[in-house]
């Protein structure tokens, strides 16, 4: 269990579950202001930035390259040189690429990952940035939360029998952010396989879905959106050889109704959640 008073988060690891984790929720101070969502135009690749009602800072994924600290300076203060937690969904060089810059240009309080190393170079470079910076690491699976006041980002998969999957997006680490009475599922690489598992497992039922891979066509099937019922989809994509987002993910998702942007078309998604309202803010 990682405590960090100075910004009141704390996770609980399944394990630790039955210590009663509500418990440790009424310890922290609740929650003001409105849950910011910002799904950041990196290119092919996925980074998103989540600013909770309390001001801690969540940072999803890298993208490929150093263009996430361009993306970051736009929805950053200049002086705002913290991010509570970095999150690495899986080590993909398009979700882990940028992130040695990021810790190197931000304080960091902790680096979350799903325990599964990289097979690159810049999983190295990220492990060397990692003890530089004495950065705590921290490893989350399924049944995991980060709790924050009211708010929580819960951890979906993966489970045991899909981390070792010999496909690594298969393991991603998929998780559901629930904050002022709206959630958020964040899909990262995940295909069938991993859709299904968790369809079984759970209510998916989401105002905001972060588009499973990019649009691939191994993923967002009808099923799983008929489930999800979101309200928004944010497909994180750019200029691409791989055809994404395929037109029959495009078809999907206009069946399942509600809205849906991209980064390649809209640039940087920027959500504001009042607790009422989703409001889609453009970009200055």
Not at 98 to 126: C, H, M
Request: aromatic share 8%.
């Amino acid at each position: 269990m990682l405590n960090n008073t100075n910004n009141r988060i704390i996770i609980v690891f399944a394990a630790l579950v039955i210590f009663d984790a509500l418990l440790w929720v009424r310890i922290f101070n609740g929650t003001s202001g409105n849950l910011q969502e910002f799904f950041l135009n990196v290119g092919q690749g996925d980074s998103h930035l989540i600013n909770l009602p309390s001001g801690v800072q969540v940072l999803i994924d890298g993208g490929p390259d150093g263009r996430v600290l361009g993306e970051l300076s736009k929805v950053l203060a200049s002086t705002d040189r913290y991010i509570d937690l970095v999150m690495l969904t899986h080590a993909d060089l398009d979700h882990i690429g940028g992130l040695p810059d990021v810790l190197k240009r931000y304080r960091v309080g902790a680096f979350i990952f799903n325990g599964r190393s990289g097979e690159n170079s810049t999983w190295q470079e990220l492990v060397r940035v990692l003890e530089d910076r004495n950065i705590p690491i921290v490893v989350v699976q399924e049944g995991d939360k980060i709790i924050n006041g009211n708010d929580e980002l819960k951890i979906l998969s993966p489970g045991k029998d899909i981390m070792w999957s010999a496909a690594p997006n298969d393991a991603c680490i998929v998780s559901e952010l629930v904050s002022k009475n709206s959630k958020t599922l964040f899909a990262c690489d995940i295909a069938f396989t991993t859709e299904n598992y968790i369809l079984e497992k759970y209510d998916l039922n989401a105002d905001i879905l972060k588009v499973a891979h990019h649009g691939s066509k191994f993923a967002t099937s009808k099923e799983f959106l008929a489930e999800v019922t979101p309200n928004i989809s944010v497909i994180q994509v750019g200029k691409n050889r791989y055809g994404h987002p395929t037109a029959n993910v495009l078809d999907n998702l206009k069946l399942a109704g509600g809205s849906f942007y991209r980064n390649d078309l809209d640039g940087t998604v920027t959500l504001e959640i009042d607790g009422q309202n989703i409001k889609v803010i453009p970009l200055k």
